[in-house]
């Protein structure tokens, strides 16, 4: 990995500093209330953490993708599910800066790096998670509107956002299913209905609905780059820079576990003698930083060839795959070594026990990833005989 530039390390200390002196003193308090953090939200978006992958001509900060990662990844140390609110909504952020018309750039972008424009992606549905060619939203064309009719499922930000990022079918006959779907940027208003928040083991204080269109009309200059059709490789384009950040939100969960995991084993003594000089929890630790460590190179490295303009589907997922499953076992092994302490509420372990399965899931599954990483693995290493 280069080393981090002055710039970068400015950026990171400005997090940093946010995470440890606003977030976390918060945090666990906030998230057991699942209450939404309002008074955060708003510094984040005077930090510019709304506009981090938005072009500085269209008011946000474009930092490059390892700078992006490496900010996911210290948020999510402090709190999930404020990293949550800007996870989301960058997904609709990057589909619009790499796909959106000039107009629809210069209309949507400046707003949504402020934050004043903030949402998310609005793809899931109650029967299509991982193939979104299955989904059944449609958005037919009337005159000047294309008008919206279905649900949407697990929509982050859906109650305190107002702009989202929306996957329908413009076609539905198209065969293929995904050269009838198509992408827009839509506005909350009259035919849009936040239905129901869906109650969670964790990520909590930002909120996951379920959304419902009856007619919903959507301008038609909204339709992101002004071709039908394209809207299926735009959101999975977009979805790989997701699957970045979400590897960075799990090596944010697995470096708060081990960080509190190793300053308790520390001061915690048993028969004497801290625990920390237990050969058991030695090797506990050791296993726990060593994937935290693999976590990270392959977040780097996989960041560092997006930023070199280059496909990175088989880094991305190995990253995203290896990194939530570590959050996983780090905060599994954190809660152990701080046996029935880090089963209560006293400590955050719990916490992030809680929240890294939805790393694991979200972002798509771990087990959509082995199949992403295998299928690219088998044209790389294509047998010609």
Known sequence: MKPLTEEQQLILRTVRQFVDKEVIPVASAMEHR???????????????????????????????????????????????????????????CDVVAHFGTEEQKRRFLPGMATGEKRGGICLTESNAGTDLQSISTTAARDGGVY????????????????????????????????????????????????????????????????????????????????????????????????????????????????????????RRTTFGKPIS??????????????????????????????????????EAGMAKLFATETAAEVSFEAMRIMGANG????????RYYRDAPLVVIGGGTNELQRLIIARNLLKKYKDGA
């Open 34 to 92: 699942d209450e939404y953090p309002h008074a955060l939200v708003d510094q984040m978006k005077e930090m510019g953490l709304f506009g981090l992958n938005i072009p500085e001509e269209y008011g946000g900060s474009g930092v490059d993708t390892t700078t992006f990662a490496m900010i996911f990844e210290e948020v999510s140390r402090g709190w999930l599910g404020l990293a949550g609110i800007i996870g989301s909504n960058s997904v609709m």
């Open 147 to 266: 008008r919206v009719n279905g649900s949407k499922m697990w929509i982050t930000n859906a109650r305190h956002g107002n702009t989202f990022l929306l996957l329908a079918k413009t076609d539905p006959a198209a065969h293929p299913a995904h050269r009838g779907m198509s992408a827009f940027v839509i506005e909350k208003g009259a035919g849009m209905t936040v239905s129901r928040d869906i109650e969670k083991m964790g990520y909590k204080g930002v909120e996951t609905c379920e959304l419902h269109f009856a007619d919903f009309p959507v301008p038609a200059e909204n339709l992101i780059g002004g071709v039908e059709g394209q809207g299926f490789k735009q959101v999975m384009t977009g979805l790989e820079a997701e699957r970045l950040n979400v590897a960075a939100r799990g090596l944010g969960i697995a470096r708060a576990a081990f960080e509190e995991a190793i300053r308790y084993a520390q």
């Open 277 to 314: 000089e237990y050969q058991t929890i030695q090797n506990k630790l050791a296993d726990m930083a060593t994937h935290i460590e693999a976590s990270r190179l392959l977040i780097y490295s996989a960041c560092e060839k997006r930023d070199r303009g280059e496909r990175c589907d088989l």
């Open 343 to 350: 089963y209560s509420k006293d400590f955050p372990v719990e």
